[in-house]
Every structure is written in structure tokens, then in C-alpha cells.
């Protein structure tokens, strides 16, 4: 196979022709550092190596571009690298470059992430156990984590009470209202003992 000629193409990458036809793209920093040039002959192991080297260079520069905007755990920007169509070796393979290089450390994220729930979101327990998992964060990392920052039932009955008096002030006099109440507090995280322990007390004490 003759590499017969090479185009740029948007987004920083090249399209390869080989023995006159439009074959693929590759990144062009790749194709740039391969040596390679029109006119060479390349075989099927040579193409296969390039193709891996510029799925993993486009991985890593896309790691490092959702980096720069927020902090991620290890799971979840493996994830957005691949939804970016990049293969999933490629992006895993970006993910551990990220994590040796110290740009992600999913305990780290678990503590800033939880603590922001429990205290601006006002979540709990349960609803906080459940969006570290989705984000792909380790049981044994989660335990660590809700051990450190989950509040104690005093806090957590006033969490709820907050809540009520700024969204459902209503909620101890009309019965649609304390079911819809209810509901929401549920999808917040909080258990139905501490919902009620709020709901059967005077909301002025």
C-alpha cells in the first residue's frame, strides 16, 4: 500500500489517502511525529499502529480539555471520552494518564462532590451515596467519604425542616401538599423516619 497523499481536515486532524483513495483520518500531531510522508509504502501493522497512536493522542488531549473546565472522577471522564467518539481503550488509556499524572483522584473528588451536596443541595444520605456511585466513585471510597461528612440526625431534621419552610411551608396543614412534600424529600435522600419526625412536630418549634 503507497501513501499517495495526505489533506488537513478540520478539527486538527488529516485525511489519509492510500493507493488513491480516501482511507482515514488521523490526528495530525500523530501523522506529524510517524515519520511517514507521501510517496511511502505502509503495511497493515504499520496503518493499525498509526490509527492506535492518534486514537490515543486525540484521548489525552480531550482528557486534558474537560479537565480544564471542571474536575471529574476517574469513571465519568473515561465516559465523556468516549461518548466523543474516541474507543474505549483509547480513552480508559487517557483516564490512568490523567490519574499517574495526578489530574484526577477520585477520593479527592468523592469529598469536594459529597460536601457540596450535603451543603448546597441539601441532600442526604441516601441521595448522596447514590450520585457518587453514578459517578462511578468506589463503594469503599463512598463509605470513607459519607463517614466524614454525613450529619448528624439533629442536622439532618433541620435540613429537612429548611427545606419545607422555604418550599412547602404548607405542608402541616394541607394533606396534597405533605404527599408532594414527601415525595421530594424522598427524592432528596431523606428517610421517611426523619421526614416524619419534621412533619409531626410543630413547624414553629
Do not use: C
Amino acid at each position: 500500500m503507497i501513501i499517495t497523499d495526505i489533506q488537513p481536515r478540520r478539527h486538527r486532524l488529516s485525511q489519509l489517502f492510500i493507493d488513491g483513495e480516501a482511507a482515514m483520518k488521523v490526528d495530525t500531531e500523530t501523522w506529524l511525529r510517524s515519520g511517514l510522508a507521501k510517496g511511502d509504502e505502509i503495511d497493515d501493522e504499520r496503518l493499525y499502529q498509526l490509527l492506535q497512536d492518534s486514537a490515543a493522542h486525540r484521548a489525552h488531549e480531550k482528557a486534558l480539555y474537560l479537565l480544564e473546565h471542571r474536575a471529574h472522577s476517574k469513571k465519568e471522564l473515561a465516559d465523556k471520552i468516549a461518548r466523543a467518539e474516541f474507543d474505549r481503550d483509547a480513552a480508559n488509556a487517557a483516564a490512568d494518564r490523567m490519574e499517574e499524572l495526578g489530574l484526577i483522584d477520585d477520593e479527592d473528588y468523592a469529598r469536594r462532590l459529597a460536601q457540596e451536596l450535603f451543603t448546597r443541595k441539601k441532600y442526604g444520605v441516601r441521595r448522596v451515596k447514590q450520585e457518587l456511585r453514578q459517578k462511578g466513585i468506589d463503594d469503599a471510597i463512598i463509605s470513607v467519604v459519607l463517614e466524614e461528612f454525613s450529619p448528624e440526625t439533629d442536622e439532618t431534621v433541620e435540613k429537612i425542616r429548611e427545606i419545607l419552610e422555604q418550599k412547602y411551608p404548607a405542608a402541616w396543614e394541607d394533606e396534597k401538599v405533605r404527599r408532594r412534600a414527601i415525595a421530594a424529600l424522598q427524592r432528596y435522600g431523606y428517610s421517611m423516619d426523619d421526614i416524619f419526625t419534621v412533619l409531626n412536630t410543630d413547624p414553629f418549634e
